[in-house]
């Protein structure tokens, strides 16, 4: 099932910044070890951004973010942040299941 790993991506130096991010990738292989098709838009974004030569705080960012999120059956949020909750929200209210926790995610 593809699940979208979203969590807080907005830290004052790009050592935390790059903490966060690994944190996300960490997770999304832990997904796929479990047989799903894991999504992070940070991932998905940051390319596109630094090709038009803006930052991560560009609107682009949610974005990208939110279209691939909505693609997605299923979310993981590592962390509660506005960015991470504004990608959460949308799947709640279409009624996709929105896990807080990766060790609550089974095989399928």
């Given amino acids: 099932m593809p699940i979208c790993a979203a969590g807080p991506y ?13 944190r996300m990738n960490a997770a999304a292989a832990e997904l796929m070890r479990r ?8 991932n998905a974004a940051l390319p596109v951004l630094a090709a038009a030569g803006h930052g991560y705080a560009h609107p682009w ?21 506005p960015g991470a909750d504004r990608e959460m929200d949308p799947l709640a209210a279409l009624g996709r299941r929105v ?6 995610i089974a095989a399928p």
């Fill in 99 to 104: 896990f807080d926790r990766l060790d609550a």
């Fill in 61 to 81: 960012m949610m974005e990208i973010s939110l279209a691939l999120a909505e693609r997605c059956d299923a979310s993981l949020r590592l962390g509660r942040s």
């Fill in 10 to 22: 907005s830290a004052p130096s790009a050592e935390e910044l790059a903490a966060d991010l690994a």
């Fill in 35 to 42: 047989g799903h098709h894991a999504m992070i838009g940070v």
